[in-house]
């Protein structure tokens, strides 16, 4: 091979795999000492999943984690993204509850296993799955003094019983979504909103400032613990991962400009600032006054830099004209539409995502990871199995983003280390219940069996002929 042939692939320490997360798979909610999480008895109300179902089976995937890991080595990734269930290692949450040993039996013999096949275990502390006893003891993220301290203690239980052998920590998955859909709409657990047909209790005006303010530090403090007491031994990387779509302007206009670095400012920046920049963007002080929280020297000085990298779950692009009446996006009115009439890209089952793969870009620079990339194909549930299994859609979708994605590190410089589709299977959508599928495997939930998709085929293609080979590092 020439060195023209490797110039043109990613570096072989590349790291590409799946994604999950642990209440969208696991299951067995109530075996082996698991504690509730605060989406347990919410997936139950009526009319909070699309469905009407909950998360107690799932994929199953408590019960089948040795057949799961045997199709990811068949699949052939180098890593597998997955997130802990912070209830079922403290089944109460806090820092002075008995800590569950099955629990960390449980993920012990996981990341022993996926090292056996050759897998990188890359952990995600938090993604959603509050214990409910802390949201019930005190309010849960609302409480600034009390989580932080339970989160921090919770980090650090992961850290001595797993880090040893994991080298790879996101602390928190998408700081937006646990604070806008879950105190600011309501529609994700705990279901907090001003909206009183949705939510008894909740202020949208201010609690998912609140609560946004404590994840960043939760997630500061989680960091600054690891670097000084695990980071000399255990030599591993902790950052956190957050969402945002990349923002376009509808058109030249200034104010269209604007608009659309005012929806950055909200979707990205509102958390992104702060942790490498040290400070939240004016156009939120501007925005929420008041309303916004501010950290003190102290605070800053453990926030600033508080992640080794950026890690980034991105979907899609939107345009974005001035004008819009929703707080939570900054004002902006969100379009797919460009002035022409014609679309950005193909329809996705989801309305805020579709297929436009130029959309992927970076402000912040650091080494970027993206930990979360994927297309739900429409209807996709409604199909037969053989039908389901032809997603060409998701294959187009991942054809555009994986040639990007290229294009970004061996032509732009841009220095992205990881790809992680979501999902390896599909799963529990949380409020879509498990009518919007993701995965890349498709699950029979009648039998829980997986059948791959010509998606994961074409992803274990494309990384078999565009990533150096090289030795699967542990």
Not at 320 to 331: L, T
Request: charge should be negative; aromatic fraction near 14%; proline fraction near 5%.
């Amino acid at each position: 091979m020439t060195s023209a042939d490797v110039a043109k692939k990613l570096p072989k320490d590349f790291i590409w795999g799946f994604a999950t997360a642990s209440f969208q798979i696991e299951g067995s909610t109530n075996v082996d000492g698991r504690g509730k999480s605060i989406w347990d008895d919410f997936s139950k109300q009526p009319g909070k999943t699309m469905d009407g179902r909950d998360g107690d089976v799932a994929t199953d995937s408590y019960r089948l984690w040795q057949e799961d890991i045997a199709l990811l080595a068949q699949y052939g990734v180098k890593s597998y993204r997955f997130s802990l269930s912070w209830s079922r290692i403290i089944p109460f949450g806090g820092r002075d509850d008995p800590i569950n040993p099955q629990g960390i039996a449980f993920y012990s013999n996981f990341i022993d296993t996926l090292l056996e096949n050759g897998i990188i275990p890359f952990i995600t502390l938090y993604h959603w799955d509050l214990p409910q006893a802390l949201h019930d003891r005190y309010g849960g993220w609302l409480n600034k003094d009390e989580i932080i301290q339970d989160y921090v203690r919770y980090a650090k239980v992961c850290f001595e019983a797993f880090g040893d052998r994991v080298k790879h920590w996101l602390t928190i998955n998408e700081p937006w979504c646990i604070s806008i859909l879950g105190y600011g709409r309501g529609i994700f657990a705990p279901g907090r909103s001003s909206d009183r047909t949705r939510s008894p209790k909740g202020d949208s005006s201010t609690e998912p400032w609140i609560v946004g303010h404590n994840v960043i530090l939760s997630h500061a403090y989680a960091v600054k613990l690891y670097r000084e007491k695990f980071k000399a031994v255990q030599g591993g990387q902790v950052g956190i991962t957050l969402n945002g779509d990349w923002s376009m302007p509808y058109d030249d206009s200034p104010q269209n400009v604007e608009a659309a670095q005012h929806a950055l400012d909200v979707a990205i920046g509102w958390f992104a600032d702060p942790i490498y920049l040290g400070h939240y963007p004016d156009y939120m002080k501007q925005m929420l006054r008041d309303r916004l929280p501010v950290f003190t020297p102290e605070e800053l000085a453990v926030v600033k830099g508080s992640s080794d990298f950026y890690g980034m779950n991105t979907y899609t692009t939107n345009l974005c004209r001035a004008g819009g009446n929703d707080e939570f996006k900054g004002f902006v009115e969100y379009t797919f539409s460009r002035p022409d009439g014609s679309q950005l890209g193909t329809q996705a089952h989801c309305a805020w995502l579709q297929d436009y793969p130029e959309g992927f870009r970076c402000r912040y620079n650091l080494p970027i990871y993206v930990t979360e990339n994927g297309f739900a194909v429409k209807d996709e549930h409604m199909k037969p199995i053989e039908e389901a299994l032809q997603d060409n859609d998701r294959v187009n979708y991942f054809k555009g983003i994986t040639n990007t994605l290229k294009d970004a590190v061996l032509e732009d410089g841009v220095d992205v280390r990881a790809y992680f589709p979501w999902s390896f299977v599909d799963n529990f959508e949380w409020a879509d219940g498990y009518i919007t599928r993701f995965g890349v495997t498709y699950v029979d939930y009648k039998t829980q069996k997986r059948y791959p998709k010509e998606s994961a085929k074409f992803l274990i293609k494309w990384c078999g002929e565009n990533i150096e080979a090289g030795e699967k590092e542990a």
